[in-house]
């Protein structure tokens, strides 16, 4: 077994001594864990984010393998469970807590402990709601959302956008499942690197997008 201190100091050496403290005291909460919140949530634990919280009530089908981060044998666990035990055998130095719940305009207190929040769904009016639930009652909180990231059209069409203050929109803002070919792995991956960078370099303070 590597160790935490090990594996620490590995990342200090990758990513320098200042950025590795930022990363390990950094609090980050997934909503949604489908092609972007898997990929997403694997840098950051790769990165040696201190605390990811995994949030997603849906079970993984063999739907989701062309592009998700699971595999043939966790097919029928919730997600939250699958993908928390591919993460903790990539970092011991991320601690990771999940809740298996839908996530509504309700119970949008459980956001309130973290300090950035990636949106990650794959439905518009889930991700509708929310953006807009985080920017109304959470004006503090740094929130990155994807949007637009179907088909197989250049990679260079996605980019990350800082719409506000705290605010950044990752993808191409156009293309959708409803044009004709759906999620293809590699195009939703670049989304989900966009976000993930986006949030490492909040994380290290770098707030251009």
Same mark, same amino acid.
């Given at each position: 077994?590597?160790?935490?201190?090990?594996?620490?100091?590995?990342?200090?050496?990758?990513?320098?001594?200042?950025?590795?403290r930022k990363f390990a005291a950094a609090?980050?909460?997934?909503?949604?864990?489908?092609?972007?919140?898997?990929?997403?949530?694997?840098?950051?634990?790769? *990165? =040696?984010?201190?605390?990811?919280?995994? &949030?997603?009530?849906? $079970?993984?089908?063999?739907?989701?393998?062309?592009?998700?981060?699971?595999?043939i044998s966790q097919i029928g666990q919730?997600?939250?469970?699958?993908?928390?035990?591919?993460?903790?055998?990539?970092?011991?130095?991320?601690?990771?807590?999940s809740q298996c719940v839908k996530l509504?305009?309700?119970?949008?207190?459980?956001?309130?402990?973290?300090?950035?929040?990636?949106?990650?769904?794959?439905?518009?009016?889930?991700?509708?709601?929310?953006?807009?639930?985080?920017?109304?009652?959470?004006?503090?909180?740094?929130?990155?959302?994807?949007?637009?990231? *179907? =088909?197989?059209?250049?990679?260079?069409? &996605?980019?990350?956008? $800082?719409?506000?203050?705290?605010?950044?929109?990752?993808?191409?803002?156009?293309?959708?499942?409803?044009?004709?070919?759906?999620?293809?792995?590699?195009?939703?991956?670049?989304?989900?690197?966009?976000?993930?960078?986006?949030?490492?370099?909040?994380?290290?303070?770098?707030?251009?997008?």
């Amino acid at each position: 077994m590597l160790s935490r201190q090990e594996l620490y100091s590995a990342l200090e050496q990758r990513h320098g001594k200042e950025i590795q403290r930022k990363f390990a005291a950094a609090s980050v909460v997934i909503c949604g864990l489908g092609g972007l919140g898997s990929n997403i949530a694997l840098s950051l634990a790769r *990165a =040696g984010v201190g605390h990811i919280h995994l &949030i997603d009530f849906d $079970r993984v089908d063999i739907s989701n393998l062309n592009r998700q981060q699971y595999f043939i044998s966790q097919i029928g666990q919730y997600k939250t469970d699958a993908l928390s035990e591919t993460l903790k055998k990539i970092s011991v130095c991320t601690e990771i807590t999940s809740q298996c719940v839908k996530l509504t305009e309700d119970n949008i207190n459980i956001l309130a402990p973290y300090e950035i929040i990636c949106e990650a769904f794959d439905k518009a009016e889930q991700k509708a709601m929310l953006v807009n639930a985080v920017l109304e009652n959470f004006p503090d909180k740094y929130l990155i959302s994807g949007n637009g990231m *179907a =088909g197989l059209y250049s990679s260079n069409d &996605i980019t990350t956008r $800082r719409l506000s203050d705290k605010f950044y929109i990752c993808g191409d803002g156009k293309s959708d499942i409803s044009d004709g070919m759906g999620l293809v792995s590699a195009r939703v991956a670049v989304c989900a690197a966009h976000q993930a960078n986006m949030i490492l370099r909040i994380i290290s303070g770098s707030f251009d997008a």
